[in-house]
């Protein structure tokens, strides 16, 4: 293999890595932030992680 190709590879990882970093807490910060309307709102919707069993109407 050619050196040229091996950090490309690398360079290619950190990029993505550095973007996996900035997104996937973004993301969760939004899911935070809708959880917390449905709340205030007092509306229930579908269970999620950490939620627990939705009541049978």
């Known amino acids: 293999m050619d050196r040229m190709d091996i950090s490309s590879m690398i360079m290619g990882a950190a990029v993505a890595s550095v973007m996996w970093i900035g997104f996937v807490p973004w993301a969760r910060l939004k899911r935070l932030r809708e959880l ?19 009541p049978a109407p």
């Not at 709340?39 to 939705?54: C, K, L, M, N």
């Open 36 to 54: 917390e309307a449905r709340d205030a709102t007092g509306r229930s919707g579908p269970g999620g992680a950490g939620e627990g069993p939705t």
